[in-house]
């Protein structure tokens, strides 16, 4: 079946150090693949998405390209920032004429940027 | 304009109780989707609605758990005699369609936190 996988957090970082959450995924077919966030007592929001192989998604300085050949997605930021503390979901969701763009989530990671 | 509305934002409930969970999706959107998200998991499908017909409820866990979408804009998650095992947050979504390969983004709740003490 289709699924998931991110790594385990939480990540500590300090602020401007350069961040990487894996994801890797397995899926029949050529999935679109995104990253949600989730701040702080808000709901869950569309960071960044990929919708064919060796696309790449970027927003708000974060980046992570579609590979197909290692089945990943992994999330970077350069310099991260205290205000990029949150929870991270890595998602898939199917293509095709029966697609009803359910989502499927791994288990999130979570992030805290330290001053 | 309004985002997706979820209500109640938090829900206490005795086990056995009959529950209802309300979200007001974003106008014009046709596709509907439920979540339910356990403590340190990501959301899980539950249901999936285009317009007013459930066209996936393969992610219900058992028939204690029921949808509508009567007209085809607000839908209301029912679970009947609520289990300690129901206590998560019920997530909901919308987007202009449920088709397109995900090209089309989903909007997301902010949630209905239910207890089931």
């Known amino acids: 079946g289709n699924s998931v996988t991110q790594m385990e957090g939480p990540v500590t970082l300090s602020e401007e150090a350069f961040l990487t959450i894996n994801c890797t995924y397995t899926a029949t077919g050529y999935p679109s693949l995104f990253w949600y966030v989730q701040y702080p007592g808000e709901g869950l929001q569309l960071l960044l998405k990929?919708?064919?192989?060796?696309d790449k998604g970027s927003n708000k300085g974060f980046e992570a390209t579609y590979r197909k050949e290692t089945t990943s997605f992994h999330l970077e930021k350069g310099s991260v920032q205290v205000s990029d503390s949150a929870v991270y979901f890595c998602?898939?969701?199917?293509?095709?004429?029966?697609?009803?763009?359910?989502?499927?989530f791994g288990q999130g990671t979570t992030l805290q940027v330290k001053p | 304009g309004a985002g997706v509305s979820q209500t109640p934002s938090n829900k206490v409930t005795e086990k056995g109780k009959y529950v209802e969970l309300r979200c007001d999706p974003i106008s014009g959107h046709t596709a509907l989707y439920w979540y339910r998200q356990s403590l340190g998991q990501g959301p899980e499908f539950l249901i999936y609605f285009q317009g007013t017909g459930a066209a996936d409820d393969s992610g219900l866990p058992n028939d204690r758990f029921f949808a509508v979408r009567p007209e085809g804009s607000v839908s209301t998650l029912k679970i009947q005699r609520t289990e300690r095992g129901d206590s998560a947050v019920y997530l909901c979504?919308?987007?202009?369609?449920?088709?397109?390969?995900?090209?089309?983004?989903?909007?997301f709740g902010q949630g209905t936190r239910l207890t089931v003490v």
């Open positions: 998602a898939l969701s199917k293509h095709g004429s029966s697609n009803t763009g359910k989502l499927i």
């Open positions: 990929a919708t064919k192989a060796d």
């Open positions: 979504a919308s987007s202009y369609s449920g088709t397109g390969g995900g090209n089309t983004e989903a909007f």
